[in-house]
Structure formats: structure tokens, C-alpha cells
């Protein structure tokens, strides 16, 4: 009887800490068809039809994970991989921005990781280490509500990269607001090395760190944000004819050091018959000959029951050494409805032109782009 009443506490022991910790898998899949046309400041046309992957979200599957520590201290995890249901490839590969097979749509790219850290969370707000799939800045410049980035409109979304590997703080939230502070690598790996690679770049030292905060307040059907970002570059050169530590020949290369800045507001409001967004960047890549990019986005979305319609309009100028090089203005249409909380059917137009094109046979004058699709998350 002892022993019994013994492997029935343990059980429940076993049952009262397993009851603590939860891990759920979820993802999200979004296909479409679409026709992209683009014409080159000389008129000639290049048309493309065919299966669309991204268009309204990036494909992903992920599993997240808490763990209640007592005391209020919770622990977490978030794994969280890109894929492309349109290649054969699809896990090692995701697509960019709204396309696969239709040109323009969006490239294709190797950086399948968009979430892989862990996190704990009490009174002192959230600490996450790893990589993050929003940085500060991105997760403000994002409220502006593009529909589908980088498919007319979503030009005005020019912040530094989304993706940040390093350590993260957000506080508790007071009087509605919220601060976090980041630190880590810039694009992908912060390095600071000495091997046989060095001679692909002539650096011995290559190593990027990126900085960022942002403040966000909301009350009510109200949102401000903003946010600051800075990447110090900090490259050294090799002298030509020059050995590694591991006795491989090093190139010659140029110095670049360098402090890349990006500046984001946002705003939205919540009108009950309609949202409305605006958001505005400005980034400054620190170069000799600096390259400054000013992004400028409004959008509105409607809901009427199941249906949403929504308007976005944006625009984004690139300045290098004091010319404007690329003055792109894009604007966009959507339809979603809603055929359960985890399935929706959407179209989207949109259209975008540079008007500072100066390149007929390298640069696009102007593309236009129609895309139907589903989106199921589970």
C-alpha cells in the first residue's frame, strides 16, 4: 500500500511539473497565381505568369515553448524556419518578397532562419537571446500595414535588415509603453577572424555590430512607435602579399570603416470604420560617399465583417554623394476575406515606377503585378 501511495505521488509529481510546460508547432503556408509585367525605360514589355509563394506572408513552421520557473519567471523558446513550397529545395530555400516564378516578384533567398532563441520573462519585462525574426527597427516601420512589401507601395519599407542575432530587453509594459533595447550582429555573423577565407576579401578583420532601441506606446485604438538603429562597420585591411595565421595568402584591401543609421516613426489609428497607417525612415549608410535612403508609406484598411479592403501608397528616394539615384513611388490595392480564423483568400495590384531611372537596359522603369492566393496558418 506504501509503495503504491509512493508511485502515485510521483506521478502526480511528474503530472504537477509537466502541467507547467507547453510547446506548441505552428506554421503558415501562403501560395498564389500571378501575372507580373515590366517595362524598361526604351517600352519594351517582359510578361510572366505563374505559381506565387509570399505574397501576403513568408512561408514558415516553427515551434515555440514556456515554461513556468514559479515565482512569476517564465522561460521560452521560438524555433522558426522559412521555406518555399515552390522549390524543390523548399527547406533550404525561402522567397523573398511576393514571388517565385513571376519576375519581379521577389528573389529567393538562403536565410531559411527567421526565429532561434530563448527568452525569460518576469518583473523586469522580457530578455530574449539568439536570433530575433524583428528587429527594433523593423518592428515599428512594419505597423505601417503594407499589404504584401516590395509589391507597389511597399517600396516606403527601407529600414536595416529584420533579423538581428544577438541579445534583446523589453521592458514592462508602463503607462502603456514599452522599451527595447538590442545588441548583436548586423548581417549574419559578426566576425572577427584570421583564416584561409580572409583572402576573398583581403580583410583580417571583418565584424559588424548593430545596435538598436525603440519606443512603442498604445492606448486604445491608438499606436505610436520609434526607433533608432546604428551598425558600426569595423573593417582592417591586409597588406598585399601578406600570410594568415594559417599560412594562406591574403589580398590587398581597402579600409571601410563605416556607422550605418536608420531612423523610424509610426503611427496608426484605429477609426472603427477604417485603420488608418503612416509610416517614415530615413537611413544614412555612413560611407564616403554616403548613400541615404528616405522612405515615406500611408495605408488604410476597411473591414466589413469578413472582408477587408485595403489602399497602401509609399515611396522611397536613394541619394548617393547628393544625387538622386532611384526615386521609386508604388501603390497597392488588397482584398482579404476571411473564410475561418486560420484561412483567407486575397488579391492583390500593385504598381511601382522609378522616375529617376537613368538606365534603359539595367533598371526597371516601371512593374505591375496581380496576385491571387490563400493563406493557411495551423
Do not use: C
Not at 521555406?83 to 530555400?93: H, I, L
Not at 506606446?217 to 499606436?223: E, K, M, N, Q, S
Not at 594568415?244 to 470604420?273: C, P
Amino acid at each position: 500500500m506504501k509503495k503504491s501511495l509512493i508511485a502515485l505521488a510521483a506521478l502526480a509529481a511528474v503530472g504537477a511539473v509537466s502541467a507547467q510546460s507547453s510547446v506548441t508547432m505552428y506554421g503558415r503556408m501562403d501560395l498564389g497565381w500571378g501575372t507580373a509585367t515590366t517595362k524598361s525605360a526604351t517600352g519594351a514589355q517582359d510578361k510572366t505568369t505563374g505559381l506565387v509563394d509570399g505574397t501576403q506572408t513568408s512561408s514558415a513552421i516553427g515551434f515555440r515553448g514556456t515554461e513556468d520557473l514559479g515565482g512569476g519567471l517564465t522561460a521560452g523558446f521560438n524555433l522558426e524556419q522559412g521555406y518555399s513550397a515552390t522549390q524543390s529545395n523548399g527547406w533550404n530555400m525561402r522567397t523573398g518578397s511576393s514571388g517565385h516564378q513571376v519576375t519581379n516578384g521577389g528573389a529567393m533567398s538562403t536565410g531559411t532562419m527567421r526565429e532561434g532563441n530563448l527568452s525569460l520573462r518576469g518583473g523586469f519585462g522580457l530578455v530574449q537571446v539568439g536570433t530575433l525574426q524583428w528587429s527594433a527597427g523593423y518592428t515599428v516601420s512594419s505597423r505601417w500595414g503594407m499589404f504584401a512589401e516590395g509589391f507597389g507601395g511597399g517600396e516606403a519599407h527601407t529600414t536595416m535588415p529584420a533579423r538581428i542575432t544577438g541579445l534583446s530587453w523589453t521592458s514592462p509594459v508602463m503607462s502603456n509603453t514599452t522599451v527595447t533595447l538590442q545588441h548583436g550582429s548586423a548581417h549574419g555573423q559578426r566576425t572577427d577572424r584570421e583564416s584561409a577565407a580572409d583572402a576573398a576579401d583581403g580583410l583580417r578583420k571583418n565584424k559588424e555590430a548593430r545596435t538598436g532601441f525603440n519606443i512603442q506606446h498604445t492606448a486604445g485604438p491608438l499606436y505610436l512607435g520609434a526607433a533608432y538603429e546604428s551598425t558600426a562597420v569595423d573593417k582592417i585591411a591586409n597588406a598585399a602579399a601578406t600570410t594568415n595565421a594559417y599560412g594562406g595568402t591574403v589580398a590587398a584591401g581597402s579600409t571601410a570603416n563605416r556607422t550605418e543609421k536608420a531612423w523610424t516613426v509610426a503611427a496608426n489609428y484605429d477609426f472603427g470604420v477604417a485603420v488608418v497607417r503612416a509610416m517614415m525612415v530615413e537611413r544614412d549608410n555612413g560611407a564616403a560617399t554616403a548613400v541615404k535612403t528616405s522612405g515615406r508609406g500611408v495605408s488604410v484598411a476597411v473591414p466589413m465583417g469578413a472582408l477587408t479592403l485595403g489602399v497602401a501608397t509609399g515611396m522611397i528616394e536613394v541619394k548617393t554623394g547628393g544625387t538622386t539615384t532611384s526615386d521609386v513611388s508604388g501603390h497597392q490595392l488588397n482584398a482579404r476575406y476571411n473564410l475561418s480564423k486560420r484561412t483567407n483568400l486575397y488579391i492583390h495590384y500593385g504598381t511601382d515606377k522609378d522616375s529617376a531611372n537613368t538606365s534603359a537596359t539595367t533598371q526597371t522603369s516601371k512593374r505591375t503585378r496581380t496576385i491571387a492566393g490563400l493563406v493557411h496558418t495551423f
